[in-house]
């Protein structure tokens, strides 16, 4: 995985996103949904440009990044990986699924794998619970989940 | 679209709009043609209705038949169990569990021959014969729809569909019949309460905020659904966005403000999407903006992400999270009302509660307040889920028992096993039992039964659910929310988990449990806001509920459930086994060995007693011991 770097490029698009949002301290949640949307995540040196682009503390930035579940500051795989633990799915076994992603990437929540293919992470409720249990990968849908079908599910992105 | 100026305009462009939905007005209103409803909300798209559009898009143009027939991607029908879903008006045909390779089916059998497809028609399961019509299937007898009229209707990204189906009439009489008053006094005297879960009466908040001084009032919708297992509100917005914004204007109006925001969360992309398209219809229409239809009263909406945080639905959290601060409470008084966003009066609905504001202004308080019980009026919607066979969003009347939302419109439980717990409220709801299944749902009864109405969410547990696994699940879901403010909530909470993980690994005491319940009650008499006092419910209601259960867990060491692996194992019963390896073939972890046609033998150090041997044995030869 390469290192981020705030290089002009990328500093240009953090300048656009503040200006859509006219550099209003005010809107700094919308300032940070507008930069993941176009980095992927928000690295310390992103949220120190923010801030001075906003002309707040870092701390503040930080304090809003860290506060919000949405916001992450490490990169997600190439094939994000979200596994539903609301509690339609729970009662359908949602953390067996887990687990199984777990066990067969060898990453835990919030991690990507070294080769930058997968990330793992979980979220509260994908509004389909008639499939549960369910994951999404990327946008798509696996619903009715069942442990011994997670290794194949893997096998064919990872072969993508 | 050149822009509606008057009342007469409005209502020109109903007049004119009403062939649109003459299709689906059923067989009185058949013109020759024929519209083709497809579902294409989260739960159906997820099951495959986007390719289902495509095919039938495709097939009438391979046929010929764009003149006659026409297909319309609608928001929720709420039988998600049995989606996606297909409906075929002026028939009135009510197809279910279609598949992309059913499409020309259709089109061939029931639109050109005239002729129902059997075989995606529901059949009942008692009587095994099949019903044509929704109306008649057991799911929807007992239903109600008033907030989600439109959904599984309209077209939500068509303006002009809303406006046939009455839209936007309810904001034309109020801005050219009622003043801002009797707009309160009618939203008042309808009973509406808040379908966010605490049913403080709507027509008393918009009272307090009309009462509040400032020359800057704003209409705040809550939008921020952060129940585990609860998609109304979600359903609303993709469903039917425009019935939210005319509430929102309507209630503009009524109030004094000329400003309304939608706090939405950003995990909701269809939603969000749905939503900015009919704001700038509206917009376009001049059904929002400057001088809406000539009267002078001026509405603008606008959207502020919400970035996941479950301590946002409270108000105060809210509004500081759309300042772009941390989403954390503030001491009320002063309430919202008085000094909300940006220190101003503020008026804070939930998504459902909006919904119904249209209708109650088009049909009238009285209508309203008779449907429901003595203190709560109206219906709710709630999103049924877990063990019935009936997963799927559905609304009642209040007063409905909860023995009929699970056996005659959930449909009972699965697989036929036994009823355990219906939970409602979702993290600050409880879980009730048999005993309460025949209590008359409404906000009173609820909360004296130990649960709560909560924003919707229902999720029915049998058999197979430990009870104290489900606290400890809404536990770990309120410990990382906690937004650290207060010490009895960021500390205390941390602790009734700690001590659920304890009593779920078999090292807990009775003691504890005694602990368990006094620190679950002082958190609820000291935290700060609407989180923290009710994150202890699901405790509290569970050792009311299922005291047994947590006593077999701390003093004989066993899950009942199955469900708590350090209390459990499986064994394959030798006398049963008969050897045939599906087990073994099915281990993601290679635990299980043996020789074929020999009984199976599990290695307990590898197995990680994920329990998918037990659902591969055709044979019930594994057990949970």
């Known amino acids: ?160 | 679209m050149a822009k509606l100026k008057s009342l007469a305009d409005l209502q020109a462009l109903y007049e004119s709009s009403q062939p649109i939905m003459a299709d689906r007005k059923g067989p009185k209103g058949s013109t020759g043609t024929k519209t083709i409803l497809v579902c294409g909300d989260t739960g159906c798209a997820a099951s495959g209705s986007v390719p289902i559009i495509e095919n039938f898009k495709k097939s009438i143009e391979a046929h010929g038949l764009q003149d006659k027939v026409k297909v319309i991607r609608t928001g929720c029908f709420g039988f998600c169990e049995r989606g996606p879903i297909v409906k075929i008006m002026p028939d009135n045909t009510f197809y279910t569990e279609v598949a992309a390779d059913d499409v020309e089916d259709i089109i061939e059998t029931h639109i050109i021959n005239g002729n129902r497809v059997e075989h995606l028609l529901y059949t009942d399961p008692d009587t095994q014969e099949t019903i044509e019509e929704s109306e008649n299937i057991g799911f929807y007898k007992k239903q109600m729809r008033i907030a989600l009229r439109n959904c599984g209707v309209i077209d939500a990204e068509n303006i002009e569909e809303y406006i046939a189906c009455e839209g936007y009439l309810a904001l034309a009489k109020c801005l050219t019949e009622y003043t801002p008053e009797k707009v309160v006094e009618i939203v008042t005297e309808s009973g509406l309460g808040g379908r966010g879960g605490a049913g403080f009466p709507t027509g008393k908040k918009w009272a307090a905020t009309a009462r509040a001084k400032g020359n800057q009032k704003y209409m705040v919708c809550n939008a921020d659904e952060g129940d585990p297992g609860a998609f109304m509100d979600r359903s609303i917005l993709e469903g039917d966005p425009h019935s939210v914004l005319e509430a929102m204007a309507i209630g503009g109006y009524a109030v004094g403000a000329d400003k309304g925001l939608i706090y939405i969360r950003a995990e909701y992309p269809m939603a969000v999407h749905r939503l900015h398209m009919a704001i700038a219809q509206a917009k376009e229409y001049g059904l929002l903006g400057e001088n809406i239809l000539g009267t002078g009263f001026n509405f603008d909406i606008e959207l502020r992400y919400g970035a996941g945080a479950f301590v946002c639905g409270e108000a105060t959290a809210l509004i500081h999270s759309m300042e772009g601060k941390r989403g954390e409470p503030t001491y009320k008084p002063p309430r919202t009302s008085e000094k909300g966003y940006l220190e101003k009066p503020t008026n804070v609905n939930n998504v459902e509660t909006y919904a119904n504001i249209p209708i109650i202004i088009r049909k009238g308080a009285e209508w309203f307040s008779s449907i429901g019980t003595a203190n709560s009026k109206g219906t709710k919607v709630f999103a049924l889920a877990g063990q019935v066979n009936n997963v799927g969003l559905i609304e009642v009347p209040m007063g409905t028992t909860l023995r009929e939302i699970i056996y005659e419109i959930g449909g009972g439980i699965k697989d036929g096993k036994k009823f355990k717990a219906v939970q409602t409220g979702g993290p600050s709801g409880g879980c009730l039992t048999e005993k309460h299944l025949d209590i008359p749902i409404d906000y009173k009864s609820l909360t004296a039964a130990g649960s709560m109405m909560g924003s919707g969410g229902m999720v029915i547990m049998d058999e197979t659910s430990c009870m104290v696994s489900i606290a400890k699940f809404y536990l770990d879901f309120t410990v990382p929310e906690s937004c650290g403010k207060c010490n009895p909530c960021r500390i205390g909470n941390k602790r009734l988990a700690e001590m659920l993980d304890k009593i779920t690994k078999g090292k807990g005491t009775m003691e504890d449990l005694e602990k368990l319940r006094n620190l679950s009650i002082n958190i609820k008499d000291t935290a700060l806001c609407g989180l923290g006092q009710s994150s202890p419910n699901p405790i509290l209601s569970t050792l009311d509920n299922f005291w047994d259960e947590y006593v077999e867990h701390v003093v004989d060491k066993k899950c009942r459930a199955g469900v708590c692996k350090d209390l459990i194992h499986y064994e394959i019963n030798k006398a049963v086994c008969i050897g045939c390896g599906a087990c073994a073939r099915n281990c993601p972890v290679e635990a299980i060995s043996g020789e074929r046609k020999m009984p199976h033998f599990i290695d307990q150090e590898t197995c990680i007693k994920c329990g998918t041997c037990v659902t591969k044995c055709k044979f019930n030869a594994i057990q949970i011991k």
Do not use: W
């Open chain 1, 1 to 160: 995985m390469c290192k981020f770097e705030l290089n002009e490029t990328n500093k240009q698009i953090i300048i656009d996103v503040c200006r859509e949002n006219q550099f209003s301290a005010g809107n700094v949640i919308h300032v940070l949904h507008g930069v993941q949307g176009k980095l992927g995540y928000l690295p310390a040196e992103v949220q120190e440009f923010i801030a001075k682009q906003l002309c707040i503390p870092v701390s503040k930035v930080y304090g809003i990044v860290s506060f919000y579940s949405f916001f992450t500051m490490n990169p997600k795989g190439k094939y994000p990986i979200d596994v539903c633990l609301g509690t339609a799915c729970h009662v359908r076994g949602s953390d067996k699924i887990l687990e199984e992603f777990r066990r067969q990437l060898g990453i835990g929540e919030g991690q990507t794998t070294d080769d930058g293919k997968f990330s793992l992470s979980t979220l509260r409720c994908v509004g389909a619970c008639s499939l549960a249990p369910v994951a999404m990968i990327g946008e798509k849908v696996f619903g009715r989940l069942t442990p011994n079908q997670v290794a194949g599910i893997i096998a064919e992105y990872r072969d993508k």
